[in-house]
C-alpha cells in the first residue's frame, strides 16, 4: 500500500501537550492464558443488563480461543470454548452483538485452500447464542471467496449476515459479501479500478434506514492511495463515497461510526497537520472536515479503530502510540481520549506498558459514560509469555 512509506513522517511531527484529566482506570479481569483464554481481541460489546463480551485469540479448554462474558463485578465465564479449528475455527478476533445475538469472525481455521490461506485456513464467521448456541455461518474457502474477515459483521431484517474479507477475491484485495443459509454471495470485489478501495480491515456498520458503510485502508487513487469510505445500499448497490486522498486531512482510514442525522465520524491512522493521525467528520455527501490533528505527545498519535459517541455528541477513541513511553513501546503506549463538540481533545488515560489491542479496536460506553475495552498487559503464562491481556473500565 502506498501510504505504508509515509510512517516515518510521524516522528518529524512538532510535539504539543494536550489537556489531561485523571479518570479513573480500572482492570477489570486479568487474563491467565488458560482455562479462561490469553489475549483478548480487540474488541467488547455490552448488552441491556452490563454484561460486557469479547474474544480471546488463544487459551481456553483446546488453545483454540474463547468467547468470554464479564459481568459488571468483573466475574467472568466462558460463553463458548473453540474445540474444533477445521468446523468452528481459531483464533476468535472481532464481536458484534446485534439484535440479541453475538456474530463474529475467526481469523483463520476453517476451510485450507492453497491460495490466501494456506494451512492455517480461511477464517470463520459464526453466531452465538449469549447462552453459548454456536452457528456456524460460513467457512470461508480464499480465492474468490475471501480470507481474514477481520472486521466486523452484522445482520439485516432480511435475515442475511453481512461482512468483509481483508484478502482474496477477483482482486486479491478484499470482498464485502452477504451469507443466507450458508450460501456466500459476494457483493464486491474491491480493487476493481484506481478509485476503488483495497483492504477492508475493519468490517462493517449499519444503519436505521439498512444501508452498510465500511473504510477500507488501501485504494482511493490518487497520489497516497489512502483508503476509502464505501457504502452498501439496501439492494446491495456498492458506491465509494469519499477517497482519503489529502495528506492535510489525513489518510488510513481506521473504521466509521455514522449519526442520527447520516454524517459520519472516524479517524485516519496518518495524515493532518502533523502527519500523526486525524479526526474528521464527514456529511452524508462525501464531504470532509478536520475536526483534529494529532501531535504525538500526551493525545498520543496514530489513532486506531471506531470511536464511540455519546448523547452530547462528545466523541471518544483511542491511539496505538504517542502518551508513555515504556520498554515495550518505544514511541509511547496510546491513549484514550475525549474530542468534544467544540473540537477540544482531552487525554483521558494515557497507557503505561502496552498499546490497546488492534487496528479494529472498539471501546464500550455504558450509561454513565464509562468506557470499556482491552489492552495488553496482566498476567503472564507459557501461553503468553509478554502478557495475557485484561479487559479494562475507564470512568471519564
Given amino acids: 500500500m502506498k501510504a505504508c512509506f509515509l510512517f516515518a513522517l510521524g516522528l518529524l511531527a512538532t510535539l504539543s501537550p494536550a489537556a489531561a484529566e485523571a479518570a479513573k482506570y480500572h482492570v477489570l479481569y486479568s487474563f491467565t492464558g488458560d482455562a479462561d483464554g490469553g489475549n483478548p481481541g480487540p474488541v467488547v460489546v455490552r448488552d441491556a443488563a452490563g454484561n460486557l463480551y469479547g474474544t480471546t485469540m488463544n487459551g481456553g479448554a483446546h ?16 460463553v463458548f470454548d473453540f474445540a474444533d479449528a477445521a468446523k468452528q475455527g481459531k483464533t476468535p478476533y472481532t464481536l458484534s452483538l446485534d439484535r ?21 485456513g480461511c477464517g470463520v464467521v459464526f453466531k452465538l447464542s449469549t447462552t453459548g448456541t454456536f452457528t456456524r455461518i460460513r467457512r470461508l474457502h480464499g480465492s474468490l471467496e475471501g480470507a481474514m474477515p477481520a ?17 482474496g477475491g477477483t482482486n486479491g484485495n478484499g470482498i464485502a459479501y452477504s451469507v443466507s443459509n450458508g450460501t456466500m454471495t459476494v457483493l464486491h470485489n474491491f480493487g476493481s479500478a484506481l478509485e476503488d478501495g483495497q483492504g ?20 482511493g487513487g490518487g497520489i497516497i492511495d489512502g483508503g476509502t469510505l464505501f457504502k452498501i445500499d439496501a439492494n446491495n448497490v456498492y458506491s465509494v463515497l ?7 486531512k489525513g489518510f488510513v482510514p481506521s473504521g466509521v461510526i455514522v449519526d442520527e442525522a447520516g454524517n459520519f465520524y472516524g479517524t485516519t491512522i496518518f495524515g493532518g497537520a502533523n502527519q500523526l493521525g486525524t479526526i474528521y467528520k464527514m456529511t452524508p455527501d462525501g464531504t470532509e472536515t478536520l475536526l483534529y490533528s494529532f501531535t504525538g505527545g500526551p493525545d498520543g498519535s496514530y489513532p ?18 504517542g502518551g508513555k513511553k515504556a520498554a515495550t513501546c518505544e514511541h509511547g503506549c496510546g491513549s484514550i481520549f475525549r474530542l468534544d463538540t467544540a473540537g477540544t481533545l482531552t487525554t483521558l488515560y494515557r497507557f503505561e506498558a502496552f498499546n490497546p489491542n488492534g487496528l479494529s479496536s472498539q471501546l464500550a460506553m455504558d450509561k454513565k459514560g464509562r468506557l470499556y475495552g482491552t489492552a495488553g498487559g496482566g498476567n503472564t503464562s507459557p501461553h503468553c509469555p509478554l502478557a495475557c491481556g485484561v479487559v479494562f473500565e475507564l470512568d471519564p
Fill in 151 to 167: 472486521g466486523s459483521v452484522v445482520s439485516r431484517s432480511d435475515g442475511q449476515v453481512y461482512g468483509t474479507a481483508s484478502i
Fill in 304 to 321: 486506531i479503530g471506531r470511536l464511540v459517541r455519546d448523547i452530547a455528541g462528545n466523541l471518544y477513541g483511542e491511539t496505538s502510540e
Fill in 100 to 120: 440479541g445475538d453475538l456474530y463474529g469472525t475467526t481469523q483463520v481455521g476453517g476451510k485450507v485452500s492453497t491460495k490466501h490461506c494456506n494451512v492455517l
Fill in 200 to 219: 477492508p480491515e475493519t468490517g462493517l456498520i449499519r444503519d436505521r434506514s439498512g444501508n452498510l458503510y465500511g473504510t477500507t485502508h488501501g485504494g
Fill in 63 to 78: 488453545g483454540l480461543g474463547t468467547v468470554f462474558r464479564l459481568t459488571r463485578d468483573g466475574a467472568e465465564s466462558i
Fill in 242 to 248: 469519499h477517497a482519503f486522498n489529502d495528506m492535510d
